[in-house]
């Protein structure tokens, strides 16, 4: 059973906002920092965003700064993407990913779980 399941992916306008969840069955949950990644299609998997496992620190790459805003609840072990003004270009699939404590979180190699990933396409 996959650990991460993640939902909230559409097709939008540029412009337009979304907000990706994902929900986990890691417990305790509150002990793992989480991030976003994203992978378009030939491309590498990049870094989109990540949060400290109490939600404290934050860190984002430097192309959605200002737009996308990563949040957790820790009571609802789901951790949030919002993400607004969509460029055309955010067209991913994004996948939710729990690191095991190793922060900051900004490379694949820090993390050991995965879901699935949810189709994000905005469209010009």
């Known amino acids: 059973q996959v650990p991460l399941v993640e939902s909230g992916g559409g097709l939008v306008q540029a412009g337009s906002s979304l907000r990706l969840s994902c929900a986990t069955s890691?417990?305790?949950?509150?002990?793992?920092?989480m991030g976003w990644f994203r992978q378009a299609p030939g491309k590498e998997r990049e870094f989109v965003a990540a949060i400290y496992s109490d939600g404290t620190s934050t860190a984002y790459a430097d192309f959605v700064k200002g737009r996308f805003t990563i949040s957790r609840d820790n009571a609802k072990n789901t951790v949030y993407l919002q993400m607004n003004s969509l460029k055309s270009e955010d067209t991913a699939v994004y996948y939710c990913?729990?690191?095991?404590?190793?922060?900051?979180?900004?490379?694949?190699?820090?993390?050991?779980?995965w879901g699935q990933g949810t189709q994000v396409t905005v469209s010009s």
């Open positions: 890691l417990r305790p949950f509150s002990s793992y920092p």
């Open positions: 990913a729990a690191s095991p404590g190793i922060w900051p979180a900004r490379t694949r190699s820090a993390y050991n779980y």
